[in-house]
């Protein structure tokens, strides 16, 4: 089907600003060549009112008003965008290529970009990198169990991989503090051992109290049938400082606090504020993830100490209000159950523990996608991903504890 020329010089003259100086700005058409019509951008197009609407009028200019029947009949297959002369433009342009790309749609032709400033590019690929609000994007289903089994095993891989250099940052990170070259705020591990720690208090006092009471209620039913309720102060004493004080303080600031750091660098990934401070060559590693890191290493087994004392008086509120134990009876059978072996144990296990929730936390947060949704489910993430790394890691401690007889 030949050109309009007449629509084409009316489009060519409503681009410009005036009749009788150089076009700042409009498009020349050549072509069809071999299918492919070429729409030659030029000139300023910052102050070009009818920009998000020339690029559509050019197209039609060049091809008609025709059915997509009738279009079928022509020799256009593809329309190519050429951006080589194209001088400074803004978001109008941008709208007018998605008005044009609308049109090549509807008329079934396809629309090349690839002659557009990378900027351009780039931002075109940006507006539809979400679907229109309303709209979903279709998620290929699929009956073949082998492709499901393989999807998921690529995705595992791919956890793993993520999770790997996580872990490899964060060692170059925690060297660079050693040696004194890491760059972050000390104030914000004094701002973080406040929210980790002395807030942190509460929860961890109350979960330790009511644990210890249960402990000491379950020891008692049975041991009051032995005659040996004096029994339950060891009990108390050696499940709470070896194994539940450090591992429930664990699971609980992994709910509490862990889930705040993923939602904190979450946010700032959706605000842009991570790339923000790589463009000014600031290391988020450093910035962000080693302070966290460091004050839930300094804190956690003051923690532990403290959810040690408070689940001993959980036992001790049931040994003396339950089982008639006087308090200096209880107290004596709790110091001779107990040494410090126990008591360093869950330290140690603390320390471990915190290291666990502050990486599950920063690492779920960092990678978090760029959308409200994505921060919900990097928050829940980590959540689930630092209590399943906790318990596993409890019961490696307690194979080796048991085959080295500590």
Request: glycine letters at 10%; charged letters at 15%.
């Amino acid at each position: 089907m030949p050109f309009n020329s007449n629509s084409v010089t009316r489009v060519a003259r409503q681009m410009n600003f005036a009749a009788d100086i150089q076009p700042q700005a409009g498009t020349e058409l050549s072509g069809p060549d071999d299918g492919v019509l070429i729409i030659k951008l030029f000139g300023d197009w910052t102050e070009f009112e009818d920009a998000t609407t020339a690029l559509s009028d050019a197209v039609l200019a060049a091809i008609g008003s025709v059915t997509t029947s009738e279009l079928q009949q022509t020799d256009i297959k593809r329309v190519e965008l050429d951006g080589t002369t194209l001088g400074s433009w803004d978001s109008r342009v941008l709208v007018g290529i998605t008005s044009a790309s609308t049109l090549m749609t509807q008329l079934d032709l396809e629309l090349g970009l690839e002659k557009l400033p990378s900027g351009l590019r780039g931002l075109l690929r940006l507006s539809q990198a979400v679907p229109p609000r309303g709209e979903r994007r279709a998620s290929p289903a699929s009956d073949d169990m082998l492709t499901l089994i393989g999807q998921s095993a690529l995705q595992v891989y791919r956890s793993l991989s993520d999770t790997n250099l996580f872990l490899g940052q964060s060692l170059q990170a925690f060297w660079r503090f050693v040696r004194g070259r890491a760059h972050f705020l000390r104030s914000d591990i004094t701002a973080y051992i406040q929210t980790t720690g002395p807030q942190a208090l509460p929860i961890v006092g109350i979960i330790n109290v009511l644990l210890g009471v249960i402990l000491g209620f379950m020891g008692a039913v049975q041991l009051q049938q032995f005659g040996a309720q004096i029994y339950v102060a060891d009990l108390v004493a050696l499940g709470q400082t070896r194994e539940i004080a450090p591992m429930m303080t664990a699971i609980v600031m992994a709910g509490r606090t862990g889930a705040a750091y993923a939602a904190q660098l979450g946010t700032m990934q959706v605000n842009e504020e991570i790339d923000a401070l790589k463009t000014f060559g600031f290391s988020p590693m450093d910035f962000l993830v080693l302070p966290r890191m460091l004050a839930l290493a300094i804190m956690f087994p003051l923690l532990v100490l403290y959810a040690d004392a408070l689940g001993i008086f959980g036992g001790y509120l049931v040994g003396v209000g339950m089982l008639d134990l006087s308090t200096t009876e209880y107290i004596e059978q709790t110091r001779h159950a107990i040494d410090m072996g126990d008591i360093a144990l869950g330290v140690v296990k603390g320390s471990i523990f915190g290291v666990l929730v502050a990486v599950t936390g920063c690492m779920h947060g960092m990678q978090s996608g760029r959308s409200a949704s994505a921060v919900g489910d990097a928050t829940t993430s980590a959540v689930v991903s630092g209590i399943i790394a906790i318990i596993f890691t409890t019961a490696i401690f307690s194979v080796l504890t048991s085959a080295l007889g500590i």
